[in-house]
Every structure is written in C-alpha cells, then in structure tokens.
C-alpha cells in the first residue's frame, strides 16, 4: 500500500503514514524474538520513503520513518538491524541497476523507439523551458508548437 501510494500519489502521505504507524505496532508487538524474520519486509518502505528524492516530500512522514528506523534499530540491536538494512539496500540498488541495463538494452534493440523518446524528452524540456521563462517574465508568451492535425489525417503516398 504504501509503495503504490509514494508511485501513484505522492504528495498524499496519509497511507503511508498509516502503514508506518502499524509497522511500529506490530514491531513493538512481536518482541525482540519473532521480529527477526520480519525485519527486511519493515523496512523495505521505511527505505524507501527515506532515500526518496521527491521535491514536494512530507517531512513529517520523513521524521515518522526515521523514528521507526531508530525504534527497530534499538529493538532488534544494531547488528541484526545492519545485515537487514544493508540486505534492502542491496536488492533497492540491484533493481536499480537492472532497470538502467534495461533502458540501454531497449536503445540499442529498438533504435526507432529510443530515437523517438529521445525527441520527446527534447521537446519535453524546450516546453518546460518556455514555460519557466513565462514564469519568471508574465508580459512574455512563448511560441508553442503546434501540432499539424490536417497533415496528421492526410494520408501521404
């Protein structure tokens, strides 16, 4: 839950910081023992909202999962906690790397579509850029592109 609501809306934390307070419970609940088998599944999304690099972040949702991070570090003893720590860690930064091997991968297996991401995010940062300057300038309209319907419905031989 708290995955899908950082991907899909993340300037909402009220999921997530409900997720997090029933992770703090359930670690306080199971005790020192039985949390052991558990601990790289709570902290998967305390690692998460902590590495985020999202501008608009919540920073009480930040200081919530630091809190749990520093009440399970207590809890369980930092060795137990390190291994596990560092176990999700890992596996954030190999899903990483798999994702960007994969994107080169695509560029050089389909060069038509990479080619034509590449001009979207072209066209994508002239648009912002104009944008910006209309910001930073109200007198000033930049020209937008226009699209040309008719030639896109015209059939060309």
């Known amino acids: 839950m708290a ?14 910081t409900c997720v997090f307070k029933f992770l703090g419970a359930i670690a ?6 039985r949390l052991g088998p558990y601990l790289t599944t709570l902290i998967t999304p305390l690692y998460r909202e902590l590495d985020s690099t999202y501008a608009d972040q919540d920073p009480t949702l930040k200081n919530l999962a630091q809190e749990l991070i520093e009440l399970l570090k207590k809890h369980v003893g930092l060795e137990k906690f390190s291994l596990a ?11 990483r790397a798999a994702r960007k091997r994969h994107r080169a991968m695509q560029a050089v297996a389909n060069p038509e579509i990479a080619a034509k991401k590449k ?4 066209k994508n940062k002239i648009e912002a850029k104009k944008r910006k300057i209309e910001f930073l300038r109200p007198g000033y309209k930049a020209k937008r592109h226009r699209s040309n319907v008719l030639k896109d419905l015209a059939m060309v031989q």
Not at 7 to 16: D, S
Not at 85 to 95: G, R
């Open 119 to 122: 001009l979207k995010k072209h």
């Open 85 to 95: 720590f560092s176990a999700v860690q890992k596996e954030f930064s190999q899903k």
């Open 28 to 33: 306080m609940d199971l005790g020192k023992e």
């Open 3 to 16: 995955k899908r609501e950082a991907a899909f809306t993340p300037k909402v934390p009220l999921r997530r």
